[in-house]
């Protein structure tokens, strides 16, 4: 049997011919079910299957779908591409929940960060430094990450950290010098890790459920139309907000800040060393968050560069200048 589906139940018969190519009865109808070969990481990025075409274009391949988030995660003011590839034939099921939808084995997530050479101008080219990858392989989430080359026409599976001496041109024409720290395998366990359980951080339903640039549909809507999400529809879930939108409170802009860029790890379960515990989940009541009595300590924390001081400890080496505004606002208000 040739061109099966993986992960899909067949009904068949068998029938045998002899040496005089006599055909014989067909036997009694059997069920077979294709298993899915489970994904790796492989060397190098080109064989992973994520984009097609010139790699550097980061052209999603066939099957791969473009995703955005309402609020996003702060990395040196880098830009992202995030996308996912689900299994042929399977979706992202909901689990009465407005976070993490539930995932299908052999589901890969993929986000790339780069710098566009001039901000004023981002048809000038941009410089691609990594394309992180979460594979979902036996119920287990697996973590890797592909550096790309200087040449921007390939990226190499990579477990260990560096960093990467950036520069580029901001919205104002000024000459920007970031040190972009590369995150080792063991750094990613330090955010996408919960109780000895790793798990994606971006993709939850309520980050997810909003309009986003590639359609003028409801981002929820649009999966569900393409059959990547079942179970759910945008009027059932809540919205994070996105922490930009200078229309919205204060209060709401600076929780979905902290929501998305610290709670991963300040929650219970979460990486916080033992002494400060904060957490700045959406849902948590705010007398139990911890944000009054370490008001001070947040904002400390948000404006130091100092590694071993600063918050986020990774992912960050410059100062987010419009959040620390914000979140500097939000705290006078309290």
Request: proline share 5%; net charge negative; glycine share 8%.
């Amino acid at each position: 049997m040739q061109n099966l589906t993986a992960g899909t139940a067949y009904s068949f018969y068998v029938t045998a011919l002899d040496a005089e190519e006599n055909e014989s009865g067909q036997s009694n109808t059997l069920e077979a079910f294709t298993i899915q070969q489970p994904l790796s990481f492989l060397p190098l990025l080109s064989q992973m299957g994520v984009f097609g075409g010139n790699l550097s274009d980061l052209d999603p391949a066939n099957g791969v779908q473009l995703y955005e988030i309402n609020s996003t995660l702060f990395t040196d003011y880098a830009h992202k591409q995030r996308l996912i590839r689900l299994p042929d034939g399977q979706s992202m099921r909901f689990n009465n929940s407005n976070l993490l939808p539930t995932f299908p084995d052999n589901t890969l997530i993929a986000k790339t960060f780069y710098y566009n050479l001039d901000e004023r101008d981002p048809s000038l080219g941009k410089k691609i430094i990594e394309t992180r990858i979460l594979l979902k392989v036996n119920g287990t989430w697996l973590v890797g990450d592909y550096i790309w080359n200087t040449a921007q026409t390939e990226a190499t599976y990579r477990e260990t950290g560096s960093t990467e001496a950036i520069s580029y041109i901001d919205g104002n024409g000024n000459a920007q010098n970031v040190d972009y720290q590369i995150p080792s395998k063991q750094d990613c366990f330090t955010c996408h890790n919960n109780n000895a359980t790793t798990f994606p951080i971006g993709p939850k339903l309520r980050n997810l459920n909003f309009i986003p640039s590639y359609t003028n549909q409801n981002q929820l809507d649009y999966l569900t139309g393409l059959g990547l999400l079942q179970g759910v529809t945008s009027g059932n879930i809540s919205v994070l907000p996105n922490w930009e939108d200078e229309t919205l409170l204060i209060d709401d802009r600076a929780r979905a800040y902290m929501d998305v860029n610290c709670a991963h790890c300040h929650q219970p379960g979460g990486s916080v060393p033992p002494g400060f515990f904060l957490d700045f989940r959406l849902e948590t009541a705010f007398g139990d968050t911890g944000i009054y009595a370490n008001r001070g300590e947040i904002i400390a924390r948000f404006q130091s560069t100092l590694p071993t001081y600063r918050m986020p400890q990774l992912g960050r080496t410059v100062i987010h200048g419009e959040a620390l505004q914000m979140l500097n606002e939000y705290i006078d208000s309290l």
